[in-house]
């Protein structure tokens, strides 16, 4: 009985235990189905958020473009309001004339009068036009429903406004050089260009004294050698006499001129460099200096680096990889990523600054250098307090300000030339001789007085003619290239199919890895190719008929102004004074020339106007030939200042996203920089181009991100030891998560060429193999770079 009771309760145990057993079986099972729920909950939510981001993405351009629409309607009524103002001034200064010149009332009246009808009859224009715009961007904006569509307009829509702004800001900038305003308001486009503006009228002001004293040494010596051709008048049939009259005194001049003006000295800028960097790090050994390396060609910042104590110690299965790390020897490629980046940013941060000091119109200061310095040693040490697991040791600073430099010391000492040929009065007067000499033999002939400023205008107006020629073909140019130009007048995936032609074209393996790690400063390298190619080859077929046909639009504009200041100063019976300010005024917003630039000379005896304006009509054509004659491919690139079409270009076409797949490099295409959602880019690349290996091997990698996240296979993100599914990039977190990429088995043959073609060149560049895993696959050597050409026009 005992044992049978015995067996019962066993059995009832065991009965309890499978009870027990299903029972948490079905627990599991809920568990689990409210898990699956919960993530069909969450997955549904996402669509959802997509969806209504997708929404809040369309009614985001749509109040951009209801935005463009209401900025030109402020512009319009800044306008009127800015016209009403100009109405307002004009009626009080001919108030105060009424009351100072009672006599003039009359013609006073028919002026006004006159005045106000080019008012309103500007005013009607400016509306009509205004409506066409508005007209024309409606029905564009109306017609494109599209989002990609809608970017493409909105593009075309920049374009034309930055057109615009660049003839603003270009007669804004004459204005101001010419003084004839002081300050600039936030009316019209001038609200955008304040910034700059400021910047210009700072410029002006830091160079007026070298330009006050230039222009000192210059109408001192029309005077001078106007006292000497008097002096010599009774011996004007004695040439040989009066050339060495006039050279000797010319020697003197110039001597005294040596001896009152400091001279404007060559620079160095590398020593002004290591002088500063000397001073912040008196420690760094002198070796340095010799050994320091160019940060751009730096594959691995390993030994610039040394990871915060905290970084990787909290985990111990990761504790023998993190103590290398801490020692320096290995590290992860995001960290490697993130440095490149800040490298990237802070190089052309500096360029920007480089181009707003300058110094081609104001010269070189080392202040320019402790400027870039400061700038650089601020974006490092904000980088360091960021969420990232390193700080810098000090070679990285140097080796960076010493790269920066060292690119730009070219640049920087190319515009501080242009600054001493343009301002060291030595230089300057020297290259005006032949000028003096003409003008000191008119008066020696006793020329009148209205012949003589004849002569002197025209030759002052020849540097400013030159300088405006330069600028307005410069943004011609730009328009044409654009259009005529066939890597250049599409969007960026354009330019960048022909990039990579011709990549293919030069099989030059140095310019593939700027591209592949470098990718922006290879795409304005190739653009500042193209232009300079495109101006080359089209000079005297294009280019040199655009000088042309400006000089004579220039020339008609001066003939124009000085039949109108003429006429303004018979109506008005006014003096030369009145002539100058009327004529100089008139022609402000196209050159950089005023009445400053005749301060010192005495012209107050020319009373014939007619005859003057006669004068300059029979001279200007002979300074006009004069300057075309000098056009040429080589002073072109020269003379160009802010308006260069590459740069221009470069802005149009470069303002967009620039980060690079983690896994492969290939740029993200969105056109708009710091876009809203993921990156993508239409086709990926082979990973091993960029060093990629497979997980615990020195063989590179062959796979494409696309055909990866459509396998089961795994990778360890930044150098980890935890393993991620590709299909899962995402959980990797940090720029993974960033990109989206599809799984994809179509591939771009393009890519595999270029593996084949330069399989040594890369082994040799990542010191890995396309060995064991990364063996190249025979099918790809079978494509010709014929076939890598094609693909391009095929699938991009």
Not at 95 to 122: A, G
């Amino acid at each position: 009985m005992e044992e049978e009771r015995q067996n019962q309760d066993k059995e009832r145990k065991r009965r309890e235990e499978e009870f027990n057993e299903r029972e948490d079986e079905m627990k599991r099972e809920r568990e689990e189905w409210k898990i699956q729920k919960q993530e069909e909950n969450k997955r549904r939510e996402e669509e959802n958020e997509k969806r209504r981001e997708k929404d809040k993405e369309i009614q985001r351009l749509q109040s951009e473009m209801e935005g463009i629409i209401r900025e030109k309607e402020r512009t319009e009524r800044e306008k009127r309001e800015q016209l009403e103002d100009l109405e307002k001034r004009l009626k009080e200064e001919r108030n105060m004339r009424e009351d100072q010149q009672k006599t003039l009332e009359d013609k006073l009246k028919v002026l006004e009068e006159q005045h106000e009808d080019e008012l309103k009859r500007r005013r009607v224009e400016g509306r009509e036009e205004y409506e066409r715009e508005k007209e024309k961007m409606m029905m564009k904006i109306c017609s494109q429903t599209d989002r990609s569509l809608q970017v493409t307009a909105y593009r075309k829509l920049e374009t034309e406004y930055r057109k615009a702004m660049m003839e603003t800001e270009n007669k804004l900038y004459n204005i101001i050089e010419n003084e004839a305003i002081h300050e600039v308001e936030e009316t019209d486009l001038y609200r955008e260009l304040k910034t700059t503006s400021e910047e210009i009228l700072q410029q002006r002001d830091l160079k007026k004294n070298i330009d006050d004293q230039r222009k000192h040494h210059e109408n001192t010596l029309y005077e001078k050698s106007k006292e000497l051709a008097l002096k010599l008048k009774d011996k004007t049939n004695d040439e040989k006499l009066m050339k060495k009259e006039f050279d000797l005194f010319w020697e003197q001049r110039v001597n005294m001129i040596i001896r009152v003006t400091p001279a404007i000295r060559d620079i160095n800028i590398m020593r002004d460099v290591k002088e500063i960097l000397s001073d912040v790090y008196d420690s760094v050994p002198v070796d340095h200096w010799r050994e320091s390396r160019d940060i751009f060609t730096v594959q691995c910042y390993s030994h610039y680096v040394q990871f915060k104590k905290s970084s990787e110690l909290t985990r111990p299965a990761s504790l023998s990889r993190a103590l290398k790390k801490m020692f320096g020897l290995i590290l992860p490629k995001e960290d490697g990523a993130q440095i490149r980046s800040l490298v990237t940013d802070v190089v052309q941060q500096t360029d920007t600054m480089i181009q707003s000091f300058n110094i081609s119109m104001i010269g070189y200061n080392i202040s320019c250098i402790q400027q870039l310095i400061d700038y650089i040693k601020t974006r490092v040490r904000e980088h360091e307090e960021g969420p990232v697991r390193y700080v810098f040791k000090s070679e990285f600073f140097i080796d960076l300000v010493l790269s920066i430099c060292e690119r730009s010391n070219k640049t920087i000492t190319d515009q501080h030339r242009l600054f001493r040929e343009a301002n060291d009065p030595v230089i300057y007067v020297e290259k005006k001789r032949q000028e003096y000499y003409s003008i000191f033999l008119k008066y020696c002939h006793g020329a009148t007085s209205a012949v003589v400023f004849d002569e002197i205008i025209c030759q002052k107006l020849k540097e400013p003619i030159e300088q405006s020629v330069y600028k307005k073909t410069a943004r011609d140019l730009t328009d044409e290239v654009r259009s005529n130009c066939e890597s250049l007048n599409g969007n960026r995936s354009n330019l960048e199919k022909h990039i990579l032609k011709t990549l293919a074209e030069q099989e030059d393996f140095d310019k593939y890895m700027n591209y592949i790690h470098h990718p922006r400063d290879h795409f304005k390298s190739f653009i500042r190719d193209e232009v300079s190619r495109f101006i080359t080859d089209q000079f005297s077929v294009s280019v040199l008929p655009k000088m042309k046909e400006n000089i004579e639009l220039l020339q008609q504009k001066i003939m124009k102004a000085a039949h109108e200041s003429t006429q303004h100063v018979q109506v008005n019976r006014g003096d030369v004074g009145l002539w100058l300010k009327s004529f100089t005024q008139q022609i402000s917003d196209e050159l950089i020339f005023s009445e400053k630039d005749l301060t010192g000379i005495k012209h107050d005896d020319v009373d014939d106007f007619n005859l003057l304006e006669d004068l300059i009509r029979k001279e200007l054509p002979a300074i006009m030939f004069d300057s075309g004659s000098r056009f040429n491919t080589n002073t072109f690139d020269e003379k160009l200042d802010q308006f260069r079409p590459d740069e221009i270009l470069i802005d149009h076409l470069c303002q967009c996203c620039w980060v690079q797949c983690p896994f492969c490099k290939a740029v993200c295409t969105n056109t708009i920089e710091n876009h809203d959602g993921d990156h993508s880019v239409a086709f990926h690349r082979v990973t091993g181009i960029n060093g990629h290996l497979y997980s615990g091997t020195t063989n590179l990698s062959v796979s494409i991100c696309t055909s990866e996240v459509a396998s089961n296979g795994s990778f360890c993100p930044n150098d980890s030891d935890d393993k991620v599914l590709y299909r899962d990039y995402r959980r990797a977190g940090g720029v993974y998560a960033e990109w989206s990429i599809s799984p994809d088995l179509s591939e771009l043959p393009y890519w595999k060429w270029f593996v084949c073609r330069f399989q040594k060149d890369l082994e040799k560049h990542y010191n890995k193999t396309f060995e064991g895993s990364g063996e190249i696959p025979d099918e790809w050597k079978n494509y010709s770079k014929q076939d890598a050409i094609e693909s391009l026009d095929k699938y991009l």
